[in-house]
Structure formats: C-alpha cells, structure tokens
C-alpha cells in the first residue's frame, strides 16, 4: 500500500500563505485522480480541491481563486497552494491520492496536517 505523507501546516495570520506537501511513500505510475480535503471542529470533511487524470480541476468555491493544487512526478508529490488565507480556512487538511504504483491500484489518505489562520 501507498502511504502518504503530509507536511506543511502550521499558524499563519490572516492574508497569509501556506504550502501542503503530500509525498507518496513509493513510486506512483499513474494518478487517476488526487484531492486535498479539510475537515474543521464540529464538520463534515469537505472536498477542496481535485484534479482527475485527464487534467480537470474542482475547487471549493469558498477557495476557488485563492488556493491551487499541483503535482510533481519526480518527486512522487502532491502540493496544496494556499494564499490570502482565512480563519474560516482552518482545519485539518488531508491528502487523498488514488491511482497505481508497481504493486497494483491503491487508495490513500494522509494523516493530516493541521491549518490554523488566526484573525
């Protein structure tokens, strides 16, 4: 199996930037589709942001302009760009990969990385 790992987080101020890292702890062939999620005290976890194999992106509208997801094959790692930061963006923010590695198709989360945006 796939394990992912998360870095990046911490406190920022509002207007602030931050980037997630999500590094795959073996090869990946091919993504099929890969997201970053969130999930605040007292929510439901909510999709922020997805990019499918063919190259189509998702955004949350709430970050929609503010937040960009990319991808490095070398590196075997998945990055969350987050810029002009909010208290609202604050939670825990996993990763969430599912493709193929050398082992066969897998499905991944993160551990998780804690954002806090202080106002």
């Known amino acids: 199996q796939v394990q992912l790992v998360e870095s990046g987080g911490g406190l920022v101020q509002a207007g602030g930037s931050l980037r997630l890292s999500c590094a795959a702890s073996?090869?990946?062939?091919?993504?099929?589709?890969m997201g970053w999620y969130r999930q605040a005290p007292g929510k439901q976890r909510e999709l922020v942001a997805a990019?499918?194999?063919?190259?189509?992106?998702n955004y949350a509208d709430s970050v929609k302009g503010r937040f960009t997801i990319s991808r490095d094959n070398a590196k075997n790692t998945v990055y969350l760009q987050m810029n002009s930061l909010k208290p609202e963006d604050t939670a825990v923010y996993y990763c969430n990969v599912d493709g193929h590695s050398h082992d066969g198709h897998f499905n991944s989360w993160g551990q998780g990385t804690q954002v806090t945006v202080s106002s």
């Open positions: 990019v499918l194999s063919g190259g189509s992106l």
């Open positions: 073996k090869s990946i062939l091919m993504i099929n589709r």
